[in-house]
């Protein structure tokens, strides 16, 4: 029992861990730890609320008929919009009330920390559930997908905060958020109903949507990723800048 905790909390930590690392590192002003580790924890205990907002469009589900719209429902209501909402109150509740929260590349970093912390523990609870097959899936796809999600939250949080002025950026960031992780659920449980429906006699089109929702799946994905590396480079290298005018002027002053 022990060995088998332990083997599932490696497995299902260890991506975490390095996304962590990865963020950490491209901050040139890297964050307080005791701030990053309290963030984290503040994901983590996120989970619970989620679940506790999405019970009730559980257990209150309209009966669909409609494959499209059932799926739509539980990625949307059950998932992205509570979750989404929890990793804002997060960053804007706690984050951007710290001193530390100083400069734009803060957002993301805290943004990504707070949305790994929520991934971390439902990694743990899949991973144990199902095995190493699926942290390994998971060290792919919905890990990467909550870290891109919640630096979209918090590179809108630093926007309000640090400029170029954009109106109702928090709006349009949590949005964007709900939108990417939304559709990617949506691919995924369109086609588990898909593949467990009946097999209606004469309907030869399951294999075209099967294709259509594994590449929405992977288009949101790839393309979520693409955004925050490159949104993270350039907040970096705008740091970078920064420092360099910094000794620039400190050198002209001398």
């Known amino acids: ?3 088998r905790l332990i083997l599932t909390a490696t497995l299902a930590l260890v991506p975490i861990l390095l996304l962590l690392r990865y963020f950490y590192a491209r901050d040139v002003h890297p964050e307080p730890r005791r701030v990053l580790r309290k963030t984290f924890g503040l994901g983590v205990l996120s989970l619970i609320p989620a679940v ?3 019970l009730p469009s559980v257990l209150l589900e309209p009966r669909f008929s409609s494959v499209t ?5 539980a990625a949307f209501v059950g998932a992205a919009i509570p979750e989404e909402a929890l990793k804002l109150l997060v960053v804007r509740g706690y984050c951007a009330r710290q001193s ?3 400069e734009p590349m803060d957002g993301v970093v805290y943004g990504v920390t707070a949305a790994l912390g929520f991934a971390a523990l439902e990694n743990v609870l899949y991973v144990w559930e199902s095995g190493w097959t699926t942290a390994l899936l998971r060290a792919f796809t919905a890990v990467p997908i909550h870290a891109a999600t919640g630096a979209m939250i918090g590179h809108a949080v630093a926007l309000a905060r640090f400029g170029p002025p954009r109106r ?3 709006w349009r960031g949590f949005t964007n958020a ?3 992780h939304g559709l990617y659920n949506f691919g995924l449980i369109a086609f588990e109903l898909h593949a467990n429906r009946p ?4 309907h030869h089109d399951d294999e075209q949507v099967y294709i259509f929702l594994l590449l929405l799946v992977f288009v949101i994905l790839l393309g979520s990723v693409i955004w925050t590396i490159r949104t993270t480079r350039q907040l970096h290298s705008q740091q970078v800048a920064r420092e360099l005018a910094r000794e620039a002027a400190s ?3 001398e």
């Open 251 to 253: 050198r002209s002053d």
């Open 100 to 102: 530390s929260f100083d």
């Open 199 to 202: 097999v209606l006699p004469g």
């Open 52 to 54: 506790l907002l999405a």
């Open 69 to 73: 719209l059932a799926a739509l429902y």
């Open 168 to 170: 109702h950026a928090v």
């Open 178 to 180: 709900v939108a990417v």
């Open 1 to 3: 029992m022990i060995g």
